[in-house]
């Protein structure tokens, strides 16, 4: 189960990181990333993820709850599919927030991420987040529902910061000139990944 989680979210991470498939409703396709961690499994986040599935409760863990990790959490109201169905639905119930609900194009998480209602992509922008680095989740039958977990460190979300950085600016000519950064130009030298992602430790 670890690997499915793991996986699923490097590979959505890289494709962000690319620019080339991840669409943003109202937005095109989401731009490159100039730097995106690979994300490592973390069996500390993984605890957490499990303390909050197995209280088998509808809501996200208060903050002081989760260790300084910020949480995502699924309710599958279907009790007869596999646990592996609920993990991969969960995850792409998160993912697709952007394609649903997008997110401006310069990606800045702005405190007006935090008030619209069902339409948020609070659960997309922590799989996104740049420098997360770790993840661990959990899934538990809880009777008539599914929970489903994932705990993120950092975790992201943070106001005024961006989920990832799309632009490098050049000062020309007296003035700041923004562009799209390439894909990894932030990432050490030799440490980007066939993914796009950024290696690490």
């Known amino acids: 189960m ?12 890289g494709s962000l990181a690319r620019g080339q498939t991840e669409t943003s409703a109202g937005w095109g396709i989401a731009p490159p990333a100039t730097i995106m961690y690979r994300m490592k499994y973390d069996c500390n986040a993984e605890s957490y993820a ?14 002081y709850a989760t260790g300084g990790h910020k949480q995502n959490l699924f309710i599958l109201n279907s009790p007869q599919v596999s646990p592996k169905q609920a993990i991969q639905y969960a995850l792409s119930q998160w993912w697709s927030q ?14 007006s991420e935090f008030n619209r209602g069902a339409r948020n992509v609070l659960n ?14 959990a899934v538990k039958n809880c009777g008539s529902f599914y929970a489903v977990s994932c ?5 992201g979300n ?7 950085q799309v632009t490098s600016s050049d000062f020309i000519d007296g003035m700041v000139e923004y562009q799209v950064g390439a894909v990894c130009s932030g990432c050490p030298r030799g440490q980007c990944d066939g993914q796009a992602l950024c290696r690490w430790g």
């Not at 705990?151 to 975790?155: D, I, S």
């Not at 943070?158 to 990832?164: A, F, L, M, S, T």
């Open 2 to 13: 670890r690997d499915i989680f793991l996986n699923y979210h490097n590979e959505k991470r």
């Open 124 to 137: 997309w922008s922590k799989m996104a987040w740049w420098n997360t680095r770790y993840v661990g989740c």
């Open 158 to 164: 943070n106001v005024n910061q961006y989920v990832y």
């Open 50 to 63: 499990q303390q909050a599935v197995n209280t088998c409760r509808r809501t996200e863990l208060p903050a």
């Open 151 to 155: 705990m993120y460190y950092p975790g």
């Open 98 to 111: 952007l394609a649903r609900f997008g997110m401006r194009s310069n990606m800045m998480f702005y405190q």
